[in-house]
């Protein structure tokens, strides 16, 4: 086995829309994923854009030494879809000779990123034109070592989907269970339990500072923070919660989150606030209760204002919810933390995935190099 050119084993593709059969319209990201497109396709003429089935490559040659990522996926779903007209279609000649996902996990090492950035013209686009890509040399093992080392890596991927899926049927019960005890429990105004909270960082003893997404989590701020005096901004205390108000921008989401870690700081325009009367209401039961896709078109479809909607404090109290007995809202808070605790292994897991490929790529080089050392010596 040797190194041999990418070009002799792939070829491209160019299946349009004509008759405007496909709808599901997809990018592709640095991650080497595919994703919903973000493009305003509005006026758009779908019937020039370009058909990817299952097992066929989508590649965008521009910006490669920009981002340093060769901005490649292998699309997987059975059904097919439709990807701009500026990508490439890419599928392999004879899968008996080069398996797609094989070819796959050679892309996914960051080596083969740097390799690509090195390679990119010096345009402004800094691309990696097709007949450049095709100049690519990888290790192309027979078809039954090929199928050895995707065995390994696709049982892996398995067992991480097949405990992803188990999350999904939690989240199925923690949901449902709030919505078996709106219609069950009388409804009471959630004013009555919360107060908003005003403490500023006057003494600067709290650094760690904060964003609020419409995931309903705390991220990490991306405003510029350069020169800028965080004493007025508002502290929120582990259990609080923050929002943002706003809503006309957001997805009709709402940015909110509670804190379940240390103390942080976000921005004083933020709206802080926390229960008041915690042997009555559970602030996880609240979050649990926040979380749903029901409460973002509630909060969406109670903004009021002209340029920008905001769902304001006035409209926060006003919001009605069950509150059970403290030994239910204890019960579905209970199942909740072991969702949490799943999910978190499960991002674990998938990251413990992510440096396989390289390392079985590493295995298949060496095992070539074993190879070509037997056969000098013969």
């Known amino acids: 086995m040797s190194y041999k050119r990418l070009g002799d084993y792939i070829q491209l593709v160019d299946n349009r829309n004509k008759g405007l059969k496909v709808t599901n319209l997809l990018g592709i990201n640095i991650t080497k ?30 910006q490669v030494g920009r981002d340093e990522t060769i901005r490649l996926a292998l699309y997987t779903n059975d059904e097919p879809a439709i990807i701009s007209p500026a990508y490439l ?15 796959m996990m050679w892309f996914q090492r960051s080596e ?14 800094a691309s990696l034109d097709w007949e450049r890509f095709c100049e690519i040399e990888i290790p192309i093992p027979d078809i039954d070592e090929q199928r050895k080392y995707l065995a390994l890596y696709k049982g892996l991927l398995t067992n991480q989907k097949t405990y992803e899926n188990s999350l999904e049927d939690l989240q199925l019960i923690c949901d449902t269970y709030i919505e078996d005890l709106i219609k069950k429990e009388p409804l009471k105004r959630l004013g009555e339990y919360i107060q908003q909270s005003d403490e500023r960082n006057r003494d600067l003893q709290v650094s760690f500072l904060q964003g609020v997404s419409t995931s309903k989590v705390l991220i990490e701020t ?18 609080e919660f923050v929002y943002v108000a706003d809503t006309s921008r957001r997805g009709d989401k709402i940015a909110l989150a ?10 004083a325009i933020y709206t802080v606030f926390k229960v008041i009367k915690p042997k009555e209401l559970l602030p996880e039961y609240l979050y649990l209760y926040f979380q749903r896709t029901e409460f973002d078109r ?33 019960a579905i808070v209970t199942i909740y933390h072991t969702l949490e605790t799943r999910k978190r292994i499960n991002e674990q897991l998938k990251e413990s995935i992510k440096p396989l490929c390289p390392v079985l790529m590493k295995g298949v ?8 050392l037997k056969t000098e010596a013969v």
Do not use: H
């Open 33 to 62: 994923n595919f994703m919903p497109s973000v493009a305003n396709v509005s006026g758009t003429d779908l019937s020039k854009y370009k058909i990817i089935q299952k097992g066929q490559f989508a590649y965008s040659a521009m």
């Open 89 to 103: 279609v890419i599928e392999s000649k004879d899968e008996n000779e080069l398996i797609p996902e094989y070819m």
């Open 112 to 125: 083969s990123d740097r390799y690509g950035w090195f390679i990119s013209d010096s345009s402004v686009r």
């Open 222 to 239: 991306k405003a510029n923070t350069s020169g800028v005096n965080f004493s007025n901004y508002k502290v929120v205390r582990t259990g």
């Open 258 to 267: 509670m804190n379940s870690a240390e103390p942080c700081i976000v921005s």
């Open 298 to 330: 509630y909060a969406r479809f109670n903004s009021w204002g002209s340029a920008r909607e905001t769902f304001d404090w006035s409209d926060m109290c006003d919001v009605k919810l069950p509150i059970p007995s403290i030994e239910k809202q204890e």
């Open 365 to 372: 080089v060496e095992s070539m190099e074993v190879e070509n």
